[in-house]
């Protein structure tokens, strides 16, 4: 992988105590162990706590505290997996997202709560979680709460990865990232890429406003269009095919609405995979970042958000 993830880094799980952080522990707990590293708990002492230590030791004590979101999170990955993933923890000072940010640069992954208590409060709607999938130099997996968890059926298709493609703008990195994740699985990869519709001369604003037979409206099942963005996904795909030939591959083109489709898939799968763009005038970038957003807020399975080479 050529992201800004360190390839022998850790699996970073950050904790804080809550139901919705032991999800996220157990999620990195399987990664840890399918990319054979290390996993990294870190937890982010609460604020006043940090003002509270930083004072006594400005009075030259130096007490023993323990922390026990760590050792909660210690004793359930020794039930949990224990000898099957090495484990090491570390309680974090400063503010969540620098904290974190840090803990990223050095990372292979760092795997969050959707929510939580604390610093993780409303997590997926807040300015932690905007700042650090944007930022993060790694992938960044935001594991969703109990009561948004996709309930995977006994069907072939469940526990699937699924890849949010835009042929054009997603990064080698990302497509890299979803079939690792779908080859180490042993899951099919299944590719999602949506594709505009032209607008109909109806709903154009101002005069004059052309009277257009109903018959005459574009159909947004066009053919020409699907098979079109499907071509282009199957350009782009190719490559990875070929370097992960044990991947089987499920092509889905859509109209328009790529983060729905996303979102729908992620009720039947084990990880939705999205590309995090650089800021670009360019409106294919644009709604890739609103995509990758709004699958954030609503899918039902954990989501990777995946930074791509500065580059590209």
């Not at 930022?135 to 526990?159: I, K, M, Q, S």
Request: glycine share 8%; hydrophobic share 40%.
């Amino acid at each position: 992988m050529s992201t800004g993830a360190s390839p022998r880094g850790p699996v970073v799980a950050a904790v804080d105590g809550s139901e919705h952080s032991r999800r996220a522990l157990e999620w990195a707990l399987g990664a840890a162990h399918r990319l054979g590293t290390e996993l990294r708990v870190v937890h982010v002492s609460p604020s006043d706590l940090q003002v509270g230590l930083a004072r006594i030791h400005s009075l030259g004590q130096d007490p023993e505290i323990t922390d026990p979101v760590l050792d909660g999170a210690r004793t359930h990955v020794r039930e949990y997996a224990e000898g099957e993933v090495q484990a090491a923890y570390e309680t974090l000072d400063g503010s969540v997202s620098d904290a974190l940010l840090a803990e990223a640069r050095r990372a292979r992954m760092l795997v969050l709560g959707s929510r939580g208590r604390g610093g993780f409060a409303s997590l997926l709607l807040g300015s932690t979680s905007r700042s650090l999938t944007s930022v993060a130099p790694c992938p960044v997996v935001v594991v969703p709460h109990e009561a948004r968890a996709a309930a995977l059926e006994d069907r072939p298709e469940a526990g699937r990865v699924v890849l949010g493609l835009h042929p054009e703008e997603t990064a080698d990195d990302v497509l890299d990232f979803a079939f690792q994740e779908a080859q180490r699985r042993g899951v099919a990869l299944e590719a999602v890429t949506a594709y505009p519709v032209p607008v109909s001369p109806m709903l154009m604003v101002g005069p004059p406003a052309p009277v257009m037979p109903l018959t005459e409206l574009p159909d947004p099942e066009r053919p020409e269009l699907a098979d079109e963005a499907k071509e282009r996904q199957a350009t782009r795909l190719g490559p990875f095919g070929e370097r992960y030939p044990k991947v089987r591959i499920s092509q889905i083109v859509s109209p328009v609405d790529a983060a729905g489709r996303l979102v729908e898939d992620s009720r039947t799968a084990g990880l939705v995979v999205v590309g995090r763009h650089h800021h670009r005038l360019r409106p294919g970038a644009l709604l890739m970042g609103s995509v990758a957003n709004a699958v954030l807020l609503h899918a039902e399975c954990p989501v990777a958000v995946v930074p791509g080479n500065p580059e590209a």
